[in-house]
């Protein structure tokens, strides 16, 4: 089975796996959080990119000129496996916009 490539040098041609990008992400993230939202921003690091696992994706980065967007693979897995909450819906928030930036989740005179 070949490695499932996250990241791929353009200059050497190194790549890094989705695992280890995942977990040295979640690392970092955590890092920067209060103790109160560790563990969710550590989740948030693991399921940011886990759409590079797509095949399409990583026929992208492997050279083959097509689009393969990733981001919102990861939003609608913390959607599945977290509790409906406050805490879900940021998670889901932020892993949806990790390269985007964050949408305009607009407001009350929106609705």
Do not use: N, W
């Amino acid at each position: 089975m070949p490695q499932m490539i996250a990241h791929k040098r353009s200059d050497t041609g190194e790549t890094q796996s989705i695992r280890t990008h995942s977990e040295q992400t979640a690392t970092l993230a955590a890092g920067f959080a209060i103790d109160e939202l560790k563990e969710i921003v550590s989740a948030c690091g693991i399921l940011h990119d886990v759409g590079k696992y797509q095949p399409s994706f990583q026929r992208r980065i492997r050279g083959e000129s097509i689009q393969a967007p990733h981001a919102l693979c990861g939003a609608k897995a913390a959607k599945a496996h977290y509790p409906k909450g406050p805490a879900c819906r940021m998670m889901e928030y932020v892993v949806a916009g990790h390269h985007a930036g964050l949408p305009d989740y607009g407001g009350k005179a929106d609705a």
